[in-house]
């Protein structure tokens, strides 16, 4: 197993952190328990099969899978933005999500058990062939913006449950699990053993909002995606940390904005909005990830030791529609080249 190295937590931090957890513990998760619902009205369950096309490989795949009806005035609400090829798409989801196999199939250990009584989600391992003919989607995570991501005002967040970094908002095509911002047929929690050492690194050792130990939040992200179809297919997610917030794109206009200084010639030249950006994104050394994350007391780039690239992918080399899977979430959504807002 691959050793995270550590940096000492100041005195004042840890005290700052343990006061901020008090005060989660006393109230702050309530707004995750009281979360208002939008009820969805099912019609019918069927089974349908689905032919989808790449472009530029020539391939087709056919796969059966399960689908639920939904009525017009519903499928309004259920869609988010993507990108793909550097174009803003838009995302319909039919179904909720699946998480397998089981977080204890990859896991087996009490910490694991006692995350799979609250979540089956997990990041750090998958299967991409857990459920038949899914291809990848890839998850930005502004890993920059700290433990802000995870959506709890009182660490960060704005009360819609949006990140923030150096006191700006970081709207995301997707908020934090449980939130106002939240996706839909998205988990409200995760699993990750890289949430335990985060937390552990932070001298956390029984969990926090009264999760199990590494469960928390689904993070605030955006989506990258190689092709649309308008048929709903099942899409296995690729976890991306964004450790460079100048590559990190606006859901609305696609378009990046340097926000911290950079040694490179063009610092947004690599926006997240293509496969292409990420395959140099994951190969691209820059000082701005360390201006960005070493001097805002980052503990998840902390925890992982400092990261010189734009963004880390844990267990993923190639970008492409054959990637490996890094969690065990499926979604199944349709993708259209059009913008959600418009």
């Known amino acids: ?10 005195t004042t931090l840890f005290a700052g952190v343990t006061l901020v957890l008090l005060i989660i513990a006393a109230a702050g998760f ?11 009205t099912m019609t019918e369950t069927s089974y349908s099969t689905i032919t989808s096309t790449i472009p530029g490989q020539g391939s087709t795949t056919t796969v ?26 838009t995302f319909g989801y039919t179904q909720n999500f699946v998480c397998s196999p089981s977080v204890t ?15 089956t989600c997990l990041v750090g391992a998958g299967n991409k062939s857990a459920v ?12 920059y913006a700290g433990l802000s991501i995870f959506g709890v005002p009182q660490l960060g967040a704005t009360s819609q449950g949006y990140p923030t970094f150096n006191g ?11 939130t106002m911002a939240a996706c839909p047929d998205h988990p409200t929690f995760l699993y990750s053993p890289v949430f335990t050492l985060v937390e552990q690194h932070l001298g956390i050792k029984n969990g926090i909002f009264g999760l199990p130990e590494g469960v928390l939040p689904t993070p605030a992200h955006d989506h990258v995606v190689g092709f649309t179809t308008d048929q709903s297919i099942p899409w296995y997610v690729v976890a991306v940390l964004v450790f460079d917030p100048n590559i990190m794109p606006d859901p609305i206009t696609g378009q990046c904005t340097k926000v911290v200084n950079s040694n490179l010639t063009n610092p947004t030249g690599n926006c997240l909005t293509s496969f292409d950006a990420l395959t140099r994104a994951m190969n691209t050394k820059t000082t701005a990830t ?18 010189s690239t734009q963004v880390l992918i844990p267990g993923v080399t190639i970008i492409s ?22």
């Open 1 to 10: 197993m691959k050793t995270y190295g550590r940096r000492a937590v100041s």
């Open 30 to 40: 309530y707004l995750y328990a009281t979360k208002a619902t939008t009820t969805s």
């Open 64 to 89: 059966t899978v399960t689908s639920t009806s939904i009525s017009v005035s519903t499928i309004k609400l259920l869609k988010s933005g993507g990108f793909m090829q550097g174009n803003i798409t």
């Open 105 to 119: 199939a990859f896991i087996s250990n009490g910490e694991a058990t006692n995350a799979s009584k609250v979540t």
């Open 132 to 143: 038949p003919g899914a291809f990848p989607v890839f998850v930005l995570v502004p890993a």
């Open 168 to 178: 700006q908002t970081i709207v995301t095509q997707c908020g934090a699990g449980g």
């Open 290 to 307: 360390a201006m960005a994350n070493a001097t805002q007391n980052n503990p998840i780039y902390d925890t992982l030791g400092g990261v």
């Open 321 to 342: 529609e054959n990637s490996p899977a890094n969690t065990n979430l499926f979604i199944f959504f349709n993708v259209t080249p059009e913008n959600p807002l418009s």
